[in-house]
């Protein structure tokens, strides 16, 4: 036991409390002027225990508890940390906190794939919106090729990891050309799209970023060679035909000219999903985001410094978190078809255009029409179903006992 950390657990079992405070006597030195004690006393008689247990206590000590004391007993002292510093007792949020988290864990390890992959669906929705949100508010003053390019550079930065081990391999690469032109769709898909978003609401955008979907079905004949019945050949007229209900248009042109950017926007998003479908089978992911970060790069870096504006503090703390989310997005739309099924994941589009709704009206004071919800819902339900018949004519026939 050390000096000057005695507490009421050190104190032992025993009721011989005189035998203590004899070894407290021999630590307290006599002060001066006063005789020291003779070195060879009287031997004294053994005291009773009850006579020890009232004997007097040197100064400096605190007396042991007796046994038969019959107040209140002491808490124990807490544990100190380091020079004589107690630490504050845990708080109760603290214990609740692990608990929500333990429990949070367990419900995820347990969820079903699909519900795990529309649980991240509905995040990456949400950080897109986020950043296309950042994006409109910064793009009254900021030029969009520099808040596209700042944005690369910062993506570009967080997923260094990928491809900083070996700089080679991931410049390796088989379909150059095809390299380059999924770079240029998509930085023209970029310039275009967000230049719609500066001139037509978030809903509206979003809406008519849904006929994606039906351009690649047609790409995909033509390019991909798949093969498309007339089902689907259906949906996907009827989904135009959503398109052209959201754009409004009349005989004096669009309601919106704006409005067509956002769908070219769509036509080269298409292009990027094509191109993509083609490099996968031979090229690696860091490779195709290697060259995409290269391209961004070297065509924004003129027109950025030509007409270079000086961020405010706000417009740089929102050009940050456009570049965080954005990657962020990338990361969980891609783990949300790792983990889902796309026929489950396609139906969760329309809360996509709620969210954007929701941001639009709340920050910007947007208000979506009823013609922008109706073409919208046409534009889902052909997705919907342009999904899900691609998945049930993709899946593999069940194999039968006899076949081997």
Request: a positive charge; charged letters at 15%; proline letters at 9%.
């Amino acid at each position: 036991m050390e000096r000057g950390h005695l507490s009421d657990h050190d104190v032992p079992a025993s009721t011989d409390g005189g035998g203590e405070a004899a070894g407290a006597a021999g630590l307290i030195e006599p002060l001066p002027g006063v005789a020291a004690p003779d070195p060879d006393p009287p031997t004294a008689p053994v005291p009773s225990p009850a006579s020890a247990r009232k004997a007097p206590v040197p100064p400096g000590r605190v007396a042991p508890p007796s046994p038969d004391h019959a107040g209140p007993s002491l808490p124990p002292a807490a544990p100190t940390s380091g020079a004589g510093e107690t630490p504050a007792p845990a708080t109760p949020w603290r214990g609740r906190l692990t608990e929500t988290r333990a429990r949070g864990r367990l419900w995820w390890s347990r969820a079903p794939d699909n519900l795990r992959g529309s649980v991240l669906m509905i995040a990456a929705f949400f950080v897109f919106a986020v950043m296309t949100a950042s994006i409109k508010a910064i793009g009254t003053r900021i030029p969009l090729p520099q808040t596209l390019l700042l944005r690369q550079m910062i993506m570009t930065v967080l997923l260094i990891p990928l491809f900083a081990s070996d700089i080679r391999t991931a410049l390796s690469t088989k379909h150059l050309g095809l390299q380059v032109t999924r770079g240029v769709f998509s930085l023209m898909s970029m310039l275009v799209g967000f230049t719609a978003v500066l001139h037509v609401p978030l809903a509206d955008v979003t809406a008519l970023g849904f006929s994606q979907v039906l351009f690649v079905t047609v790409a995909a004949v033509f390019i991909l060679k798949e093969r498309v019945g007339w089902r689907r050949w259906a949906a996907t007229l009827v989904g135009f035909v959503g398109v052209l209900i959201m754009l409004r248009p009349t005989g004096d042109g669009l309601s919106n000219p704006y409005g067509l950017l956002a769908v070219i926007g769509a036509l080269f998003g298409c292009g990027i999903t094509i191109t993509v479908r083609l490099l996968a089978q031979t090229e690696k992911t860091a490779t195709i985001l290697l060259y995409q970060a290269l391209i961004i790069c070297a065509a924004l870096a003129v027109p950025t410094v030509l007409w270079w504006v000086p961020p405010t503090p706000r417009e740089w703390g929102l050009i940050v978190l456009i570049g965080f989310v954005g990657t962020a997005g990338q990361y969980l739309i891609t783990r949300a078809y790792q983990v889902g099924e796309a026929a489950a994941l396609a139906p969760l589009d329309f809360i996509r255009l709620l969210i954007a709704t929701a941001i639009g009206y709340v920050i910007f004071a947007e208000v979506p029409t009823v013609s922008t919800f109706l073409g919208a819902s046409i534009v889902v339900g052909a997705t919907i179903y342009t999904v899900r018949r691609n998945a049930s004519t993709g899946r593999p026939r069940p194999r039968t006992e006899t076949e081997h």
